[in-house]
């Protein structure tokens, strides 16, 4: 059975720093991972896809890494900024259509 | 132009009753999904639908039924409703079953009185 972990729950950073955000998972055999950004009272905005085959994708100043072999992966938030403050959750999907989410991270950047 | 969309977006009731959100999507996606997300914000899939046939049924009381009138549309309709049943209901589609990513509505809050 998948399950999906994110350390820390909660983080808080002053804005400029460059930050990880973790997530572990303990079936390696995944279609592809996810890295989702859920702002308070909203829905869910994917970020960025990792398939399978990748170890990483990018996107501005968010670089995702995927290690299967270990069952990790990171997000990097490079130079944050008070608007990247939200909740980043990490999806892994590891059978046809069945996507498990992790329990997030609470991001907050302090101005 | 809304690429995921629920309604309501807010929903509070009284314990008994039945109710139903509505989901649709204009992205011309072939399967849609229900998810619950809890008050520690544990987000679970609940139900898949691939071009209107069901192909995800976790673990849920009967007492959720999804129905698929056609592939642009998941409605999830919940029968005498319980007080454990209030949540965040999210409903996303993706292009197919595997390896796409998944778009997500904006979500409905149900609260259960």
């Known amino acids: 059975k998948q399950e999906v972990t994110q350390i820390p729950a909660a983080l808080s950073v002053p804005e400029g720093e460059n930050l990880v955000l973790n997530c572990s998972f303990t079936d390696s055999a995944i279609y592809n991972l996810q890295w989702f950004r859920q702002d308070p009272g909203k829905g869910l905005t994917s970020l960025l896809l990792i398939q399978s085959s990748q170890r990483e994708q990018t996107s501005g100043r968010l670089n995702a890494s995927l290690d299967k072999s270990s069952g990790r992966s990171t997000l990097y938030i490079a130079a944050s900024q008070p608007g990247d403050s939200a909740t980043y959750l990490c999806a892994v999907n590891s059978s046809a259509s069945k996507i498990i989410f992790g329990s997030g991270t609470r991001l907050s950047i302090r101005p | 132009d809304t690429a995921v969309s629920q309604t309501p977006k807010y929903l509070v009731t009284q314990m008994g009753n039945d109710k139903s959100i509505k989901c649709e999507q204009n992205?011309?996606?072939?399967?849609m999904y229900w998810y619950k997300q809890d008050s520690k914000k544990f987000l679970k899939i609940m139900f898949s639908?691939?071009?209107?046939?069901?192909?995800i049924n976790e673990t849920v009381p009967n007492r959720f039924s999804p129905k698929s009138p056609d592939k642009a549309h998941l409605n999830l309709h919940i029968n005498s409703l319980e007080l454990g049943d209030s949540a965040v209901y999210f409903c996303a589609s993706s292009p197919d079953r595997t390896s796409d990513t998944q778009y997500f509505g904006p979500g409905t809050r149900l609260t259960v009185l």
């Open positions: 992205l011309g996606h072939d399967t």
């Open positions: 639908y691939n071009n209107k046939e069901l192909i």
